[in-house]
Every structure is written in C-alpha cells, then in structure tokens.
C-alpha cells in the first residue's frame, strides 16, 4: 500500500488547528461580550452539550480533509505521474500510451506528450530503416562470418587488456564447462563469459610473461608477434594457449599498444597423459631390453667355446630364443598401446636470446634482490624454450644461492657451443657439493609461500637439455650451466593464418576494450559500468526464519548494460524438506520436482562463484537475502557484494505511483513478462526492470554504486525486514 503523501498529511493537520483556533476564537469573542448572568445560562446550556462541539469540528475537518486529498489529487499527484510516466516514455523504445488524470489540462497536457512522442518514434523509426538498409551488406558479411567462427572447432577467447573476457565462441563454452569444477550445476558459466576475468582459469604471472614476450616483439618490430603456453587448470586440466595481440590503433607508436589480446585454447590433457604413458613404456622397453641384451650377450660368449657340450649349448640357446622373444613381445606391445592416441609435446616458442636473458635478469634482481650482470649475450643467438619455466629454474636457483649461500652478485652468460646453446648463472662465493646440487635439482620448485611440482631436472628434460654445475678454480667462481636448444630467426606462423582477425562469434561485446581494472572500490564507480548478477529465488514458504528454505535460484548478467541472455544459472534444490501446499499453485514446483536434486550446500558455492565480481540484484531483495543469510553457517558460503532492490530504486524514481510490484513495474515500462513465479523469468524480467531505471536514475542525479544505495534506503519501503 502507497504510503500518504506527506504534504498532505501537513495541510490537512495544519486545517484543522487553523479550524480550532478559528471555533475557539469566535467562542472567546461571544463569550467576552456576555453579561455574567449570561454567561451563567449558556454555560449550563452548553455544558452538557460540549462534545458536539468536537463532533462539529470533527465533521469539519473531515470534509476539509476530503476537498484538500480532491485538489492533491487533481493537481499535485496527477501532475507528479504525468511527470513520471514521461520520463520513462523518453527512456523506453516502445512505453505504454500515458494514462493522464487530474484537470482537463493536466489531460491536454499528457495528450500533447504523446503526440510529440508519436512524432520522435516515427523519426526513430525512419532513422532505423535507413541504417537497416545502409548496414544490410555488412550485416550479412557479419552473419557469414559469425557461421564461420561458430564452426571452429578450436576455442576462441578475446579478452581486453585488464584480461576481462569480451569475445568467445561455443566451441570455448563447451571447454570451459570441461574446465569447471561443478559443470553440472553451473555449466562452466562461473568461468566463461562476457566481463568475466580470464585470471578465474589462468595464473595471473603467466599470462602476463606472454603477453611481456608479446611486447619485445612488437618494439622488435615484428610484423605478427604471438606467444604460447601451457598450463594446468584449478580443475586439472592440461591447457595449451597460443596468445596474439590485438592491436590499438590509437597508440602514440604504431605496432606498439596492445588493446587487448586473443587466446587460442585447445585441451591437451589426454594427449598429454598418453605421451607419459609412451615415455614409460619407452623407459620399460629399454630397461627390458638391457637385460635382454646381457644375457643374449652372455649366451653368445659361452657358445664360442668349441668344447661346449651339446646340452649345456642347447640351453643357451634356448637363453637366446627366449630373450629374442621377450623382446619382440615388449616391442610389439609398445607399438599396439603407441598408437592408442595422438602424439602431444610441451611447446617451445623461438625467442631471441638476448630477450631471454633480460627478461631473467629482471626477473632474478626483483626476486632475490641482488644485481645480475649479463656476460656475452649473442644478439643473433635464438633459443627454442619453454620460456616460463626456465626463468622459474634460474630465479629458484638464484633464490637459494642467496638464501642459504648469501651471495652477493650473479651472473648471466649466453653463448653458442656447437649446434647448441650454452647459458650459465654464475656467482662467487662459498663452494657446494654435489650432494646439494642434487637435491636442489630434485625439489620441487618454492618461490616464497608458492610452489610448483615441477623440479630442475623436469624442465632441463622438456627441453631435451641438459645440466650440471662447475667451479672455475682461477676466477674462483662456480657456475650452473644448461645446454639448451637453438632455433632459426624466424618468426612462428602470423596469428592472421590461424584465426582471421574480423571474426565475429556467437557472443562478444567490443564496448569492453575501453574497461580497465581500476583500484577504486564498487560503491564509487558509476552504475553504467558495473557488472550485475540479478537473480530471484523460489521458497517453500514465506517465513526464512521458521524453517522454510530455498527450492529454486535463477539467475542472469547484465554486463557493459547489456542483459546477457545466454549466460544464466537455473537449478532447481532439494530443500530437504515438504513444500508447502499453499506455493505450489504460485511457483508450480512440486516435490517430485526437487526429489534427487542437489541440496542448498551444493547448489550455493556454484552460484556464488556465477555472482562473483558482480553487485547482486533482485526484487524485495531482503526477503531472498535472507534466505541466503541463514545458510552461511551451513555451508560456509558468504555473499560479501553489495546488493541493489528494484523494488527500493522504482521507489525512487517514482515516488507517486501507487505500486512497485514487479508486474506493476514491468507493466510501466511495457515489459513483456514470461516466466512469472519461477527463479529463472523473474530474474529475467527484473533485470529488464534494472535495464530501465538506471537511465532514470542518471536523471535524478544517482550516478555511481553508493548513490543507488543511500537513495535506495531513504525510501519507505526499505523498512520492510525478513
């Protein structure tokens, strides 16, 4: 119910103290003229009778109060929803004709709006025929395109320069929902799509050594830079990625800004773990054969001797035939399981050496804090690396130099050795034995509090490398030296041959290059620029804090003011408990419906990670959040965002309408409501209903997070509590 308008309330109460003063008055004045006699006879008149006196001005004060609500009626609310009413017409595409009340020139008024707004929409609609006719042929190209990238069959993820995803196709839906740790609830959508962070799937430093690499080659000059990696996921995953640049052309130097980047992902985990399993039937074929080959050998000797006897010379032939077979039976055996599956290696990228052994300078002086000097760094010299890794193995190794050595200064030297390269990390100081070496060599790698499984020894062996340490007894210094692979100075495949640059996915929003990672917190950015998660909830009941629990979330993303359709989280919940009889006609979920679904402690943590990064929107949000509320103990889910009410904003902006139901609202502005009473529709029409008050928002001057917040809880309606 609409609270009263509080001017009123005031002129009503200030007409009746003014009906008071005015009764109390004239009875002073006719009493001040009585004789006392008088006064005498029309007291004991008026004595008993003094109540109708209040009556009267009772009566009074009504029929003032009733023509008073009349004119605010007619001209103070009409006007103020007119006023509304044409608001949302200059913000809406296609608004509800105005229904006008009050005077007859209030209703003129509303008349004259709509005829002007009749005259906008058809110039709107001109307008929108020319450009449909002037954009047909690129439509079209658009289309093809968008059918071309849709048919790839290998993963596309564009994304800006903060690494927030603005481009993907379905091809890398389906992977990342492979890659999602509850890809049966929510479909690997906390992971993929539009203004989601890239760093939710990939490790930060990584993507940022490629995109480094990226940049030496473009300040090189390089026509087509690209870079490529391979990483394990959160959920296991083995990932190769090959990164190109996409350019800003607004850069001060051409060739030299990167607007953002393109990921081209392909999932090698199987292949991968079917090369391990080929290197250890290798490494059992030859242990085996080693063997083998002795005790033939052996077998051989002992038949030479011409006064061998004939038994013992039968059964070392016999020795023979039987090690021939095993072997034949071993390698036989590696052929048939070798050809199971497609032969996968570690990628190595061609890279400048000299580039390499800068960036491992930097790298080794902000790590272990002391200088590096770099010795003889052939400007030609290319290498063939894993360029991650060996610069995790040269900063581990710097790192415990100093930490259990203390040395003081380091050293890079790159050379050419014959048909390989040759890279040392040098330093003086304290001696160390072989044991050391060793055991440094086998550790997994620690930088600080992270670690990594791999080992030394794993990544000199990814290479087809090899390492040792040394002592220089004249200079007194000791080095680490690694026999790495050379490659030719040519550059890897243009990233144009690959994936063609102007292809157009099935889900992108280019609006997202201009988005940067800003450090400011959410209650001080602009409305405009947030990313929501409006979702909606369906109950067993009406009561969160007497047992009643959550059966139904639904959910969607408005991202850069865009309502993402595609990108939305519905699951029905097991509520462990009976539905009440008197909701099921309202949301129609049954209990046969929820029967063997995941309870709330498993649908929560995926619906979380869905709304991470994101302010959290719904209808009466109290009520949904406290549901929510009450889960937190159970299972150790807390949503920390903050949370904007479409009801508390409608109230907001229009403060005389006489209800702010989402169907009231939806009807205001001409929203078609599909879905009504289940999570999933009305999420999605309250997040049409965010669509189109935040333009009216701007209006009243309500620009960023904490303006939204503070307005929204100076309303009525922000009392009601669950």
Known sequence: MKPPDRRLVRAVAAAGLALAAWMGLGMAGIWATLAPLERETVGAALGPRIAWLGIGWAVALAGVAYGLHRLHLRYVSAP???????????????????????????????????????????????????????????????????????????????????????????????????????PALADGAELMGIGRSIYAVFDRQLVAHALETIHQRLRRGAASPSAQFVTATRSGQLIRVQMAPVRDPEAAEPGAGIGGFVLMLDNVTQSFEEESLRDQLLHGLTEGSRSSLANMQAAVDMLGYADLEPEMRERFL????????????????????????????????????????????????????????????????????????????????????????????????????????????????????????????????????????????????????????????????????????????????????????????????????????????????????????????????????????IIQIG????????????????????????????????????????????????????FHAFAQDTVLVAHNAAFDMKFLKLQEAATGVAFHQPVLDTLLLSAVV?????????????????????GRHTALGDAMVTAEVLLRLLPLLQARGIHTLRQAREAAQATYYARLKY
């Open 318 to 549: 016999g020795v023979v035939r039987e090690e021939v077979a095993a072997m034949s039976g071993r390698i036989t055996d590696l052929v048939q399981r070798s050809t199971q599956g497609l032969k996968t290696r570690w990628p190595l990228e061609e890279m400048l050496g000299s580039d390499f052994v800068a960036a491992a300078q930097r790298q080794i002086e902000s790590h272990c804090r002391r200088s590096v000097a770099v010795e003889g760094a052939d400007a030609a010299l290319w290498l063939k690396v894993e360029s991650f890794t060996l610069l995790q193995v040269l900063t581990y190794l710097a790192g415990r130099l100093v930490d259990e050595f203390d040395v003081k200064f380091l050293q890079l030297r790159l050379q050419q050795v014959g048909q390989r390269a040759q890279l040392d990390l040098i330093w003086s100081g304290q001696v160390m034995s072989t044991e050391t070496v060793m055991a440094w060599e086998m550790d997994p790698m620690r930088f600080g509090s992270q670690s990594t499984p791999l080992t030394v020894r794993d990544v000199v062996e990814r290479h087809g490398g090899e390492m040792w340490f040394e002592r220089e007894r004249v200079r007194h210094q000791a080095f680490f030296r690694f026999l790495l692979p050379l490659a030719s100075a040519q550059e890897q495949l243009d990233a144009a041959q690959i994936m063609q640059s102007d292809s157009r996915p099935e889900y992108y929003d280019f609006d997202l290059f201009q988005v940067s990672e800003q450090g400011n917190a959410l209650d001080d950015q602009p409305l405009a620029s947030l990313s929501f998660t409006v979702f909606d909830t369906e109950t067993t009941g009406l009561d969160p804090s007497g047992g009643d629990q």
């Open 654 to 674: 229009h403060p005389n309408q006489e209800s702010h139901r989402l169907e009231a609202i939806a009807e205001r502005f001409n929203i078609t409501v599909l």
């Open 80 to 182: 103020a929803r007119l006023l509304e009413q044409t608001r949302v017409l200059l913000a809406a595409s296609e608004p509800q004709p105005l229904a006008a009340q009050g005077s007859a020139e209030n209703r003129a008024l509303a008349g004259a709006i709509h005829e002007l707004a009749g005259q906008r929409d058809r110039l709107r609609g001109d307008m929108a025929q020319q450009i449909a006719l002037a954009s047909r042929s690129v439509q079209q190209e658009k289309n093809r395109l968008a059918a071309l990238m849709s048919e790839l069959t290998q993963s596309v993820v564009v994304c800006n320069q903060g690494g927030r995803i603005l481009l993907y196709n379905s091809r890398a839906r389906l992977q990342f929902r492979a890659l999602s740790q509850a």
């Open 555 to 606: 959910a969607t993303r408005i991202v850069n003011g865009k309502l993402l359709r595609h990108e939305s989280f519905e699951q029905l919940v097991n509520p462990g408990r009976l539905i009440s009889a008197a909701s099921i006609p309202i949301h129609g979920i049954t209990q046969d419906m929820v029967a063997g679904k995941p309870d709330i402690g498993a649908v929560l943590p995926a």
